[in-house]
Structure formats: structure tokens, C-alpha cells
């Protein structure tokens, strides 16, 4: 279990495995529990790559982060 201690968002952090390539586990501690549960509940079984991808510079509102751009840099930095 990778565990990424998150800036700039409501969640203070995000844990999760990457098993052969993929995603798995993903839950986040803190934020909106719907929205962050339905992103780890999308991304389950997904080519860590690829979601990083996906996510990356997705911003909540005025902020120049969001929790989906935090998991993909998370994610950038255990691969």
C-alpha cells in the first residue's frame, strides 16, 4: 500500500497498491467521501498510467489542484 500525503486539497491524503500495472485500493482520507469514493470506485483495475494520464491537471474549481490531479501525481511519483 502506497500512501501520498496530498497539497492543496480537501483530502489530506490518498492510499492505494498498483498491482502487475494496475490500480487498486484506491481510497482518500478527508474531501468530499462521494466524489472521492466514485473516483477510486472508476479507477479500480485501471492501467496506473493510464489514469494518471486521465487525471493530471484537473483543477477544483479556483484551485490549481484537485483531488483526481493529486491521486495522478501520486501515482507519477510510485511509478
Known sequence: MYTY???GTCSRSISF???DGKLHNV???GGC???LKSIG?????????EAAHK???VRCGHRP????DQL????????
Request: proline share 3%.
Open 17 to 19: 497498491d498498483i498491482v
Open 55 to 57: 487525471l493530471l491537471g
Open 72 to 79: 495522478a501525481k501520486a501515482i507519477l511519483e510510485h511509478l
Open 33 to 35: 467521501p462521494g466524489n
Open 27 to 29: 481510497s482518500f482520507e
Open 5 to 7: 500525503q496530498t497539497t
Open 65 to 68: 489542484t484537485s483531488c483526481g
Open 41 to 49: 470506485i472508476l479507477v479500480e483495475g485501471m492501467d496506473a498510467a
